[in-house]
């Protein structure tokens, strides 16, 4: 005999034969559900009496006992899912989850290396690494550091400029033109570190390639000639980065916050910010705001002698 009452046994039923959902999420829903019963018991109203107030007054308790955002969240939405099934079996009159909203969790700031984690991890040099892996490789990290680049762009560069090429370096101008999001073009500059990496990887990119990869367009490539994937460039990222003893996990995007929040901290200028990175709304660049805020108050409290009470 199950201990569901009848509506959440075939609300459930429903859901994982009729919808087919996992397991996993079935599991989750009879918790969601039973949590609802149990508080709809406490407030001595039915499931289907439930009322939008009630509903409100839980999630109060719920962030009041300390639950996160993104808990609630995700315990709202299996009750919306009842409700939402209660109302096309014409059970309910109205649905109490209408238009009800589980508090926003705040968004982390992106991870950004510091300055000089981010110029150690571009002068980093390993003497026991084949040359032209660590050739390709620093080109690499000079460019997404440099330009600020998505890695999805990185790996759509050519080696030149044509009708196909979704990206390519103007070694003349020192600029890279890339299609990003929206495929919308836009041209950033290449730094003078970066454009010697660059010219020092297009000195031995095609030793020991083999044929087949004679032809081949992309500026970065692997040791068959293929054109490197987003996955490869995170792996070759992340070991570099550990070769050169930086603590942090790194990823490609981590490089592109690292550029914006330094532009912004040495010219405060968030529209030229905007511009560089390609972001199509202001307010997407303005989170670097709140990175850069941060890097002045480390800057207060280490250097003015009233910013903080000193431990006895």
């Known amino acids: ?28 829903y009879t918790e969601d559900l039973k949590r609802l019963q149990a508080l709809a018991d406490e407030a001595g109203v039915a499931l289907v009496q439930v ?12 962030h009041s006992s300390g639950r996160t955002p993104r808990g609630i ?33 705040s968004k982390p700031l992106p991870k950004a290396l510091n300055v000089d ?41 050519d080696v030149q400029a044509s009708a196909q090429a979704r990206g390519w370096i103007d070694m003349d101008s020192a600029e890279a033109h890339v299609l990003g999001k929206g495929s919308k073009r836009r041209s950033v500059p290449v730094g003078e570190q970066a454009m010697t990496a660059l010219q020092t990887w297009l ?5 020991g390639l083999p044929m087949h990869a004679q032809n081949q367009t992309a500026l970065f490539v692997g040791q068959r000639g293929t054109r490197l994937s987003p996955q490869a460039i995170w792996q070759r990222l992340r070991q570099r980065g550990l070769q050169a003893g930086i603590s942090t996990a790194l990823h490609p995007h981590m490089l592109r916050h690292s550029f ?41 409290d280490a250097a003015h002698p009233r910013a903080r009470r000193k431990q006895p």
């Open 1 to 28: 005999m199950s201990d569901k009452p009848p509506l959440v046994e075939r609300y459930l039923a429903h859901a994982q034969f009729e919808k087919r959902l996992a397991a996993r999420t079935i599991a989750l």
């Open 51 to 62: 009322q939008p107030h009630h509903v409100r007054r839980w999630m109060a308790q719920m």
């Open 73 to 105: 969240a995700l315990i709202v939405s299996g009750w919306r899912g009842f409700y939402a099934w209660l109302g096309r079996e014409g059970l309910i009159l109205s649905n109490p989850m209408a238009g009800m909203r589980a508090p926003k969790a």
């Open 117 to 157: 984690d981010a110029v150690h991890l571009t002068e980093h040099r390993n003497p026991e690494q084949d040359p032209w892996l660590q050739a390709r490789d620093i080109a690499m990290v000079e460019l997404l550091y440099s330009s600020g680049l998505r890695v999805a762009e990185l790996t759509g560069l």
């Open 203 to 207: 000195s031995v990119r095609m030793q």
């Open 260 to 300: 914006a929040s330094h532009v912004l901290q040495s010219s405060g200028d968030l529209r030229a910010v905007q511009e560089l990175l390609g972001h199509a709304n202001i307010s997407t660049t303005q989170v670097y705001t709140r990175l850069d805020y941060q890097h002045l108050a480390k800057a207060y």
